[in-house]
């Protein structure tokens, strides 16, 4: 399990890579590659989050996109009542500005995923998974009523919020933002896992057992890092309602819990990096292969299939050993 | 009176459906311990399989034995090429494998069938409706789907209490290792039981053909219901996940029949309405989730 | 180490496949809908669309065309991302192919915020009829609303008094309900907001059967609308209590599917392949040649796309650099549309003739859709009114 950053050399490399991204698909002509690369940044933080639960911490939410969808909602609505002027619930002024819309986000995903958390801890296995997923289902259902935001046809955010002095209508200032932020999540992430509290999170998927018999609350360990995960799900949501300008059901439905759990298995569970690398895989594939054939479907089945059949621990553990190190 | 009675026919019903799915998902998760994405996939094969072959030679009763070998032989190809080598897997990569199949036969299906859905027509024996109580006319080809399932039901009672598969089956889902241990040819009996599930699920794909559209995405749309049938019922329990099964499709029925009904008591028409249909949308995860807070392993697993 | 060079020569020829500009024909981006259930409705939009192209022999207005085809799987960061890559890498500026709403409410604002222009084929939500539309944006197909608001004055033509009413409890299932009322002059028995996900209507049958209306609208498209009819015939109820829908509850493939059980359904449609008018004969002639399957109003409406870009490519020679000449030229809508007349309204979306239709036996035997008469003459739609352009 690579729980620390082995090779600041390989990650600066990586960070100048996406820094200069935007400027070599300008030149190329690949322009398209920055939103694809601003795509996978933000679903390499949702999946990241779920990661920090399902591979760290053992616990498997198959209802994550509720975090996600939340954020994105959350998005939404303050836009709404912004551009309409009418405060939310007669007391909450909307707003378009990102360095409130983003924490908002944060915080009440967060709060979402307490009261989730609470109830869903009580089972465990796969009762766990069914659980969240029930939850996931509910808010979906809850969105999809609300005809005030739009329903199933989803929330228009005609501009993407602002951030003082940027051009928020500039793709690249947008990727930019998703990037600054992924590179703080990650950093975050990183001090997390090797925190105590890390530790004790890693220790409870081994052996609860154990845990509880050093005297500490599993129960109140898991919920913690059940909230964190929620929290950065919750992020991830409101940087995708930024870039799509749009926020929909979608966002909550079961197949995007599924989704995200998909780009964690396929990168790498339990691993740093690997959820960004599943989710980079995971879209560059479904938009190479989509390009190609309309029967794309087939194409990336296949591979998942080959992923999960010929390697140990996805694709970072193949591109190890297709390069021959210890990824 | 009538309409209360018509409603609880079409509870059983709906739910004779969900448990035809969910006995072999339920076998295929309790005793290989396998998360089978593909269950749904292989509803859609037998609706796809039996409904061609009805058309093209125009008789619905071959559609039954093309649908159920259809779905068999899908069944335990998938088991021999992919499910087999991920028994000793985490169930995560059970997942993402049984995923890539879903995308796989979905694709499949469309080049083989085209994207329009397909339809088969009722056999004239069990078209029409049946006075069954004064006033209460019931659709005959409903009322098979019910007695159909029910036989099925008593089958794998029989099947699972009195025969020494059953006899495996029932050890297999309570102690793996143990079975495994004693000597039986475990990989046998798991094809067997993947194809028994297969089998069933191909049945309930032909049965809802009449019925349901013949489509791409059949399987997802009826998947999550059925796991939510067998962990309501408790993993790997035939008996849990025929009373859940019955249990959701009388609860998620009579939601949509009486809620909105209920709440225009209270409130106006519209709303009600809206509302009514939005949280029986979400009756059965509710559902799901409260029998889980209070029972954690399902209605029909005793806690240890 | 071969799988290293095998991995490595993969890669790129990914990046190789990314297809870089070329020259001549005037390039389409078309987004749309193949995948899933209601992959049939993209896919009869994009065979409507090339069929007029084929006609030309690979042109449209005399003006080479190349048609680029995208699956968007009903999801609109997908369909965006398409978008992007089109305008960006491709520099497309003629868009189309959209079926649903949603994709479409996350994707034709970038299209035309770049100075591209999108011609709806299919989905028009009212928000972007009214106040959010816009100069680059038209619309071939209708406005959501109207559909129903037909299917409402037919019902209160054939002097049905007590209507019972369902649809799926989401945004268009509500603006089916609405539009419905507001052109249904009776009482309304009952209202029902049915799943997205349902597969099963027997509680609602039941529902209708015990209010005994005298007419039934519903509103199902695709999958949906073939299960309810097909379990509404089973009900015995289609003898007992006729029905109203609007076209996307009974397409030429959905009758394909429920058969004889649809016999004596009342449908209201804009288009009908049954039309005695030039430009459709030429079309269901060509469709018939071309595809074997049954025609669908998206088929015809994916065709009528093309035509409105051939009159906008005729009229400026193929020449996109002048967007106020071209957006012109769209404006007049002079071409010859499959379902007669049609003219665009002051906020670029149809105005046009509502027709009743009537399945019948045909002369093989088949049910088919068969025009009885006229239900709305220069119909527009209500949202016109905000648009301020």
Not at chain 2, 10 to 15: K, R, W
Not at chain 2, 83 to 95: A, E, G, K
Not at chain 3, 154 to 167: I, Q, R, S
Not at chain 3, 269 to 277: A, G, L, T, V
Request: glycine share 12%.
């Amino acid at each position: 399990m690579e729980t620390s950053l082995k090779r600041p050399v390989l990650l600066a490399s990586v960070v100048i890579a996406l820094i200069a991204l935007p400027l070599v698909a300008d030149a190329t002509g690949y322009t398209a590659l920055t939103s694809l690369a601003t795509r996978v940044l933000i679903y390499g933080i949702a999946a990241a989050s779920l990661n920090f639960v399902l591979g760290y911490g053992g616990m498997v939410s198959f209802g994550h996109a509720a975090f996600f969808g939340i954020g994105g909602y959350v998005v939404g609505i303050l836009y709404q009542h912004y551009t309409l002027g009418e405060p939310l619930l007669g007391f909450i002024p909307g707003t378009n500005q990102m360095l409130i819309t983003l924490p908002a986000a944060i915080v009440i995903s967060g709060l979402m995923a307490a009261l989730i958390g609470a109830l869903s801890l009580r089972t465990g296995g796969v009762q766990f998974i069914m659980i969240t997923l029930a939850f996931a289902q509910m808010l979906f259902f809850l969105f999809v009523s609300l005809k005030t935001y739009g329903g199933d046809d989803g929330l228009i955010i005609r501009r993407a919020n602002e951030l003082p002095g940027l051009n928020m209508r500039d793709k690249q200032t947008v990727y930019y933002v998703c990037l600054a932020v992924a590179v703080l999540f990650f950093f975050m992430l990183w001090r997390l896992v090797n925190s105590r509290f890390g530790n004790v999170i890693v220790g409870l998927r081994q052996s609860e057992r154990r845990i509880a018999a050093i005297g500490l609350p599993a129960y109140r360990y898991k919920l913690m890092a059940f909230v964190i995960s929620g929290m950065g799900c919750g992020l991830a949501g409101a940087l995708m309602a930024n870039f799509l300008r749009f926020a929909s059901p979608d966002m909550l439905h079961w197949t995007k819990s599924g989704e995200l759990m998909v780009m964690v298995i396929l990168g790498g569970v339990g691993t740093l990096f690997g959820p960004l690398i599943g989710a980079a895989v995971f879209i560059v594939l479904e938009t190479l292969l989509a390009s190609w054939t309309e029967n794309w479907q087939l194409g990336l089945g296949l591979i998942l299939l080959f992923v999960v059949l010929y390697t140990q621990g996805g694709v970072q553990a193949l591109g190890a050993r297709l390069f021959g190190r210890r990824a | 009176m009538t309409l209360f009675l018509e409603q609880l026919l079409n509870g059983v019903q709906f739910g004779v459906m969900l448990f035809l799915l969910a006995a072999g998902l339920t076998l295929i998760f309790g005793i290989m311990g396998v998360i089978n994405l593909a269950h749904g996939s292989i509803y859609m094969i037998g609706a796809y399989a039996g409904t061609w072959v009805a058309t093209e030679t125009g008789s619905f009763w071959l559609g039954i034995p093309a649908a159920l070998t259809a779905a068999a032989v899908a069944g335990v190809a998938i088991e021999f090429l992919v499910v087999r080598r991920l028994y000793q897997r985490d169930h995560l990569d059970q997942v993402l494998a049984t995923f890539g199949l879903i995308l796989i036969f979905n694709q499949t299906v469309t080049i083989l069938f085209g994207r329009q859905p397909l339809f088969v027509s009722m056999p004239a024996l069990l078209d029409g409706s049946v006075e069954l109580l004064p006033g209460l006319f019931y659709p005959i080809y409903r009322l098979a789907i019910i007695v159909v399932g029910l036989l099925v039901a008593v089958g794998l009672y029989l099947l699972i209490n009195k025969t020494r598969i059953g006899m495996l089956v029932r050890a297999g889902s309570t102690n793996r290792e143990m079975v495994r241990a004693l000597g039986v040819d475990i990989r046998l009996l798991y094809t067997l039981v993947f194809g028994l599930g297969a089998l069933l699920a191909g049945l309930a794909g032909f049965m809802a053909g009449p019925i349901l559209a013949v489509q791409v995405g059949m399987g997802e749309q009826i998947l999550i219901t059925t796991f939510v049938v067998v962990v309501i019922g408790g993993v790997g329990s035939i008996r849990g996940a025929f009373f859940a099964s019955l249990v959701l499709g009388i609860v998620d029925t009579g939601l949509r029949a009486y809620l909105p009904g209920l709440l225009r008591q209270v409130m106006v028409g519209s709303e009600a309405d809206a509302l009514g249909a939005g949280i029986s949308s979400m009756g059965i995860y509710l559902l799901m989730a409260i029998v889980l807070l209070i029972r954690p392993k399902g209605l029909f697993i005793r806690n240890s | 180490m071969n799988l290293r060079k095998a991995f490595l020569a993969a890669s790129i020829a990914a990046l190789a496949a990314f297809p870089a500009a070329a020259a001549d024909p005037v390039k389409i981006g078309m987004i749309t809908t193949l995948s899933g259930p209601a992959g049939y409705l993209g896919q009869d939009i994009r065979d409507g669309f090339k069929l007029a192209m084929d006609l030309e022999g690979g042109k449209l207005g005399g003006v080479p065309v190349e048609l680029l085809v995208e699956d968007d799987g009903l999801k609109p960061g997908q369909g965006k991302q398409i978008a992007e890559r089109f305008l960006g890498e491709e520099g497309i500026k003629l868009f189309t192919g959209i079926v649903f709403s949603n994709v479409a409410g996350a994707t034709i604002p970038d299209i035309v915020d770049n100075d591209a222009f999108y011609v709806s084929p299919n989905a028009a939500p009212s928000n972007m009829a009214g106040k959010e539309c816009n100069q680059n944006y038209f619309v071939v197909s209708w406005q959501n609303d109207s559909l129903h608001e037909s299917a409402g004055q037919n019902a209160t033509n054939l002097g049905y008094k007590k209507a019972f009413v369902l649809a799926p409890n989401y945004q268009a299932g509500k603006d089916a309900i609405a539009g419905f009322k507001r052109y249904f002059k009776g009482e309304i028995a009952g209202e029902i907001y049915t799943r997205l996900d349902q597969t099963d209507f027997a509680a609602e049958l039941a529902q209708v059967r015990a209010a005994k209306p005298d007419v039934v609208f519903q509103f199902h498209p695709g999958g949906l609308g073939i299960t309810f009819l097909r379990q509404y015939e089973q009900a015995g109820l289609m003898k007992e209590i006729p029905m109203v829908v609007a076209e996307p509850s009974m397409d030429g493939v959905t009758l394909a599917a429920v058969g004889d059980a649809a016999l004596g359904l009342n449908v209201t449609s804009h288009w009908n392949s049954d039309f005695d008018n030039a430009a459709n004969k030429t079309f269901m002639e060509a469709w018939n040649k071309a595809y074997n399957r049954p025609v669908t109003y998206y088929a015809s409406q994916g065709y009528d796309a093309a035509l409105a870009y051939a009159s906008a490519l005729k009229a400026t020679g193929g020449n996109l650099d002048d967007a106020d000449a071209f957006r012109d030229a769209l404006r007049k809508a002079d071409f010859e549309s499959v379902r007669g007349k049609f003219a665009f309204g002051p906020n670029q979306h149809p105005v046009q003739n509502w027709y009743a239709l009537k399945v019948e036996k045909g002369e093989d035997g088949k049910p088919m859709l068969k025009t009885v008469g006229e239900v709305f003459q220069d119909h527009g739609d209500a949202y016109s009114a905000e648009c301020k352009m």
